[in-house]
């Protein structure tokens, strides 16, 4: 007998961009608003992107007037990125953000995190997975070490039934191993 208790996590990938990144205070908040919004931490690092790496992030824009505009801001310095996991996690993290114009978020949502924190267009914030497609594809540049299919297959069902424990220091979740029930490892093999 199997046991799926509830709906699978859906995983994103978070960007802090950099002219928000350097800002202590600003890093502090949307950490924050993170766990109160009961992501899962799987992933997080700060990371530098290089040119063509930024360039296969917003290789669908390239045609756009704003791309290198967009591809100087984002290795302008160091990104803090994550690999986000909940409920509808890319639904909710795009929420989170707000609208992708900071001018109009100042407006029309101000509480969002473009809302609070965006500058420009440009320079808004965050970034987040328009969809799971685009998740993997973005995982693949800042966690290419990182498995899909190997999470889901192997480590969602612990983060979904809260077997995890948070490291702080890290600003991490990660697999509690102790304590599990029997019922769970089953579900595995």
Same mark, same amino acid.
């Given at each position: 007998m199997k046991f799926f208790p509830s709906k699978s996590l859906e995983l994103t990938v978070a960007l802090i961009k950099p002219h928000a990144a350097k800002v202590p205070s600003v890093v502090?908040?949307?950490k924050c608003d993170i766990l109160n919004n009961r992501f899962f931490i799987v992933k997080h690092e700060l990371t530098v992107l290089n040119l063509e790496l930024a360039s296969k992030m917003y290789a669908v824009h390239k045609s756009k007037s704003f791309y290198p505009r967009l591809v100087g801001h984002m290795t302008s310095g160091p990104i803090i990125s994550f690999l986000l996991a909940r409920e509808n996690g890319i639904k909710h993290w795009r929420a989170?953000?707000?609208m992708t114009r900071s001018? %109009?978020?100042h407006v029309c949502d101000p509480m969002s995190l473009r809302g609070l924190?965006?500058?420009s267009n440009t320079r808004n914030v965050t970034h987040g997975?328009?969809?799971l497609q685009s998740a993997k594809e973005e995982c693949s540049?800042?966690?290419?070490e990182f498995n899909f299919t190997k999470w889901y297959d192997?480590? %969602?069902i612990y983060f979904r039934n809260g077997y995890v424990q948070f490291i702080d220091d890290l600003f991490i979740h990660v697999k509690q191993t102790n304590d599990i029930p029997k019922l769970l490892l089953t579900v595995q093999t």
């Open positions: 502090e908040n949307i989170m953000m707000g001018y %109009e978020a924190y965006g500058l997975s328009d969809s540049i800042f966690f290419p192997h480590e %969602e």
